[in-house]
């Protein structure tokens, strides 16, 4: 049984965690760099400790000062959320020997799962479709790779070992270019990760990033809660997520879920995770990696599911069963997350900061709004510039969009740009709202300027779009405010707000 929960880490995810704990009725420990003094999740925690200066590296990232803060607070368990100490597998160990519980996986399994090579051995062992690529572990040397490279085909993809995220990441299009890409390549991983290794695995183009969501208790009962589409993203920076996938049906939802609980069970793995898939055209899909974490896009699993994620986490690592077995997950309608950025889509999506002045959260029917952010705090460069996740659920995919429209429109933030411009812009996309998209679709397709692109000649999806494209005209009838007109709302909402208030 917990008392305490010390939650490692900041903005809205620390906030989430916070909520769950005071909903299971288990006290909170924040701690805080200078930067964040005056962050929520600071004031939504029992006790907060001030752990250093603004930069990560002196502060969210300093295991010694965050067992530091346990010793002294008494916590009897640490969740890590994600990014930061989420997947170090000398953190983990590290609260074993002090006697902490790690809310997460076992040493072992981060181990696991973080070589990406030894990933990709281990789940081809059991009986885990992969990419067709190298199968070896341990370092190659650039002549076992040049010899097997061949025998792969082109295209290929060198990958870093270590990596994840699309570090040290190369296309390579032919043998003669092989020996330059995998300098530059290992160049990159090397000073990225401090590990030179690569791997290479076949190319797949136009696919999808599709993921599915497992759950493990320490009594070996594993499950998965579904599938989200991943595919909306820019830079390896996902923009935009949903569940279910428009491009899964049940018979392949089932397929690639036991896929993912057998990708699960073959490290051993407790607690809440994420198997990434690429789904192509043709709808065969592969294992990318696995991610031994609670992750950004977890609430549009919730709203489906109706499961707490963060509370079920909480009560493996108590040592208690899943409270669910695989036949009671039920799908039910459909969720959409958008990421609010502090960054500018008008201007290469320029990172943003600043005070926000002014703040106006969407709320209603099926919307949620996660955030670390309220008026009077300031973004500054320090950290992600993620301010918020605005999801939302409706019966339907159709419904899920215009929602997501309504609350795009309802949000007001002043004092730093946003992406919201973008994320309305997307939902006015024909290809977006008839699910005709891939991971390349927002950096080869997509458009502020201008989201009208040729119309699908898919009639599966056409009762959508007539649905979605009158709705989209009748707004325009009612004069609602469009995006490229967001910063003037804004401000003539601002003054209005003064006025009320003076
Ligand atoms: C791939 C791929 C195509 N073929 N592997 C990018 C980050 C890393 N996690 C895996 N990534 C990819 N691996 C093969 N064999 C395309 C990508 C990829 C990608 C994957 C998921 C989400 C967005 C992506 C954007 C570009 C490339």
């Not at 009208?452 to 056409?462: H, K, Q």
């Amino acid at each position: 049984m917990f008392t305490k929960v010390l939650v490692a880490n900041r903005g809205e995810i620390a906030v989430r965690i916070i909520r769950a704990c005071r909903e299971l009725g288990i006290g909170t420990v924040a701690v805080f760099s200078e930067a964040d003094r005056n962050a929520l999740h600071v004031r939504y925690a029992d006790e907060a400790y001030l752990i250093g200066p603004a930069p990560s590296r002196e502060s969210y990232l300093r295991a010694d000062k965050i067992f530091e803060v346990a010793k002294k607070s008494g916590a009897d368990a640490i969740h890590p959320g994600y990014g930061f100490l989420a997947e170090r597998e000398d953190f983990a160990a590290r609260c074993a020997e002090l006697g902490i519980t790690f809310i997460g996986p076992k040493p072992s399994s981060i181990a696991a799962m973080g070589d990406k090579g030894k990933a990709r051995a281990t789940v081809i062992k059991a009986g885990v479709p992969v990419v067709p690529g190298t199968e070896d572990v341990g370092n190659m040397t650039n002549d076992d790779l040049l010899r097997i490279a061949p025998t792969i085909g082109f295209p290929l993809l060198i990958k870093a070992t270590a990596g994840g995220g699309g570090k040290g990441m190369r296309e390579v299009r032919s043998l003669e270019e092989m020996p330059t890409l995998l300098a530059s390549a290992r160049r990159e991983a090397e000073s990225a990760f401090g590990d030179g290794n690569v791997y290479l695995e076949k190319l797949i183009e136009g696919a999808r990033h599709i993921e599915f969501q497992i759950m493990a208790d320490s009594f070996g009962n594993v499950i998965h809660l579904g599938e989200r589409e991943c595919s909306i993203q820019r830079r390896h920076q996902k923009l935009l997520e949903e569940s279910p996938s428009s491009f899964i049906d049940d018979e392949l939802r089932e397929k690639m879920g036991s896929i993912a609980v057998k990708s699960a069970q073959a490290v051993d793995y407790v607690n809440a995770g994420t198997i990434e898939f690429l789904v192509d055209k043709d709808r065969n899909f592969y294992f990318l990696e696995m991610n031994t974490r609670l992750q950004v896009e977890h609430p549009i699993t919730e709203m489906v599911t109706g499961v707490d994620i963060v509370a079920e986490q909480i009560r493996i690592a108590r040592g208690r069963q899943l409270s669910y077995t695989q036949e009671q997950i039920k799908f039910n309608g459909h969720a959409i997350e958008c990421r609010v950025n502090a960054e500018d889509p008008f201007n290469g999506f320029m990172p943003s900061t600043g005070r926000i002045t002014h703040s106006l959260l969407p709320t209603g029917p099926g919307v949620r709004v996660d955030t670390g952010v309220y008026p009077g705090f300031e973004i500054t460069p320090f950290y992600d510039p993620m301010i918020a996740k605005l999801i939302v659920w409706g019966e339907t995919r159709a419904q899920a969009i215009l929602r997501m429209r309504r609350a795009l429109e309802e949000y007001r933030i002043v004092g730093v740009r946003t992406n919201i411009p973008f994320h309305q812009t997307l939902m006015d996309s024909h290809r977006f709202m008839g699910g005709q998209f891939d991971t390349r679709f927002v950096e080869e397709r997509f458009s502020m300027d201008d989201a009208m692109e040729s119309r699908t000649e898919n009639l599966e999806i056409a009762a959508i779009l007539a649905t979605l494209v009158a709705h989209q005209q009748s707004e325009r009838n009612a004069n609602i405010v469009r995006r490229n007109e967001r910063d003037t709302s804004n401000w003539k909402w601002v003054g209005r707000w003064e006025r009320m208030h003076r």
